[in-house]
C-alpha cells in the first residue's frame, strides 16, 4: 500500500492562494487515481478534486470548482493542488487519497483506499 504525505497547508488570507503538495511513497501498489479531500470542524469529508494518474483526466466537485487545480508530477510521484480565491469557508483539513482502481465514483470517499495524514488550511477573513 502506498504512503502519502501531504504539504502546504497554513494560514492565509481571504482572497489569497496555496499550493498542496501530496507525495506518494515508492513502491506498493499501482496508482490510479489521485483525490483530494477536505474536513472543516463540525462537517463532513467532501470532495474537492481527482487525478487519473495515467492519463491526467481531471475531476472537481462543486465546492471549489473553478477556483482549485489538480495537477501531477509523474517522475516525481506528487499530486498538486493549486487553491486560489480563498475563503473562510475553505478552512479546513485537507487530505490526499489514493484510488487503486476504477471500482468507484472518484468523487466516493469509500472507494479509497489509503490517505494521508492531512494538512490544516486556515482562511482568515
Known amino acids: 500500500q502506498v504512503q502519502l504525505v501531504e504539504s502546504g497547508g497554513g494560514l492565509v488570507q481571504a482572497g489569497g492562494s496555496l499550493r498542496l503538495s501530496c507525495r506518494i511513497s515508492?513502491?506498493?501498489?499501482?496508482?490510479?487515481?489521485m483525490g483530494w479531500f477536505r474536513q472543516a470542524p463540525g462537517k463532513e469529508r467532501e470532495f474537492v478534486s481527482s487525478?487519473?494518474?495515467?492519463?491526467?483526466?481531471?475531476y472537481y466537485g462543486d465546492s471549489m470548482k473553478g477556483r482549485v487545480t489538480v495537477s501531477r508530477d509523474i517522475a516525481g510521484r506528487t499530486v498538486i493542488l493549486r487553491m486560489n480565491s480563498l475563503q473562510s469557508e475553505d478552512t479546513a483539513v485537507y487530505y490526499c487519497a489514493h484510488k487503486s482502481g476504477f471500482d468507484g465514483a472518484d468523487d466516493d470517499q469509500k472507494a479509497y483506499v489509503a490517505w494521508g495524514q492531512g494538512t490544516q488550511v486556515t482562511v482568515s477573513s
Open positions: 515508492e513502491g506498493g501498489s499501482r496508482i490510479y487515481v
Open positions: 487525478i487519473r494518474w495515467r492519463d491526467g483526466t481531471t
